[in-house]
C-alpha cells in the first residue's frame, strides 16, 4: 500500500466501547464518576440493519447502545438484545467492560482502504452491518484484533446528516443521532 496507514487510519481513532448489561445504569455510572452528562440510546439498534455478519456468515444479532462524549472520544455503551454476536462471546468469555476501540473513517472509500488494510494483514473480521438512517447511514466492522491488544478494533463511517448530529451530541447537545 502506497500511501501512509496514518492517513486513514492513526488519526482516525475516536472511540471506546464497553459492553454492559443494563444502559440505564451504566450511563448513570458515566455521568457520576466521569461527567458524561449527555447520552444518546439507540434502542433494538440493529433490527433494520442490513449486510449483517458474524465472522463471515449471516447475522442474526440484535443490540442496543448508548453514546457520549468525554473529550474527543465518542464513548460506546452496548447492550447485547440477541441472536449470535461477538458482544454475547465476548460477555460469555470475559464478562462486561471494554469490548472494543474504533476509527472513524472519513467516508466509504477511505473505509475500504482501512478494512483492505486489516484484511492484507490477516486480521479477520467479526461481525458487520449497515445502518440505513433518517439522517443518514453507518458501516461498521469489528475486527479480531484481541490477541495483540486485549480487544475487538472497529472500523466505521458515516454519512449525511448524521456526521452534524454527532458533532452536536459531542458539543453537549442531547439530540437524536438514530431516529
Not at 447492550?79 to 468469555?93: A, E, F, L, Q, V
Not at 486480521?123 to 447511514?137: E, L, T
Amino acid at each position: 500500500m502506497s500511501e501512509p496507514i496514518n492517513s486513514f487510519l492513526g488519526r482516525r481513532f475516536d472511540q471506546i466501547s464497553f459492553v454492559v448489561p443494563d444502559l440505564e445504569a451504566a450511563m448513570e455510572f458515566w455521568k457520576k464518576t466521569n461527567g458524561v452528562e449527555v447520552w444518546n440510546v439507540a434502542y433494538d439498534l440493529a433490527r433494520e440493519q442490513v449486510e449483517k455478519e458474524y465472522w463471515g456468515e449471516p447475522g442474526d444479532f440484535q443490540f442496543s447502545c448508548a453514546y457520549g462524549f468525554a473529550g474527543e472520544t465518542l464513548i460506546e455503551l452496548a447492550r447485547h438484545d440477541g441472536g449470535r454476536s461477538i458482544y454475547k462471546d465476548w460477555t460469555d468469555k470475559n464478562g462486561y467492560g471494554l469490548h472494543h476501540i474504533g476509527f472513524r473513517q472519513m467516508d466509504e472509500a477511505e473505509y475500504r482502504k482501512a478494512e483492505q488494510h486489516y484484511l492484507e494483514l490477516g486480521i479477520r473480521k467479526a461481525m458487520a452491518g449497515y445502518f440505513h438512517g433518517p439522517f443518514g447511514d453507518c458501516r461498521w466492522a469489528y475486527f479480531d484484533t484481541r490477541e495483540a491488544i486485549g480487544c475487538y478494533t472497529e472500523l466505521y463511517y458515516l454519512t449525511g446528516e448524521l456526521n452534524e448530529r454527532i458533532l452536536r451530541l459531542k458539543n453537549g447537545e442531547n439530540i437524536s443521532i438514530t431516529s
